[in-house]
Nanobody, 123 residues
């Protein structure tokens, strides 16, 4: 059984930083893509960033480009999302997902989701 556990959320002031962690188990980590998504109250879930574990390729949404860095520690089956210069509009529940993007895509095929971690940015 694949399990995904997020951690690292919290309350931070505008301009601060957080590092979110996503630990995956029960899967062949190197075959996967790992994605970060977020959902703010009253809004739809949006994709934030993703990484292809075997390729190392990354994607960032425009809303976080230049402020976020996604990375993986394959030995720990863990992906990190470093968020800097946080803004109040970054406030949301952040979810991690494990996917099988297939042979040609970087990310996608999201199959297993974590429970989420709350990020709150105060102004």
């Amino acid at each position: 059984e694949v399990q995904v556990v997020e951690s690292g959320g919290g309350l931070v002031q505008t301009g601060g930083s957080l590092r979110l962690s996503c630990a995956a188990s029960g899967t062949t980590f190197e075959k996967n893509a790992i994605g970060w998504f977020r959902q703010a109250p009253g809004k739809e879930r949006e994709g934030v960033s993703c990484i292809g574990i075997s390729s190392g390729g990354t994607f960032y949404a425009d809303s976080v480009k230049g402020r976020a860095t996604i990375s993986s520690d394959n030995a720990k089956n863990t992906v990190y999302l470093q968020m800097n210069n946080l803004k109040p509009e970054d406030t949301a529940v952040y979810y991690c997902a494990v996917g099988d993007p297939g042979p040609t895509a970087l990310c996608g095929g999201w199959e297993t989701w974590g429970q989420g971690t709350q990020v709150t940015v105060s102004s």
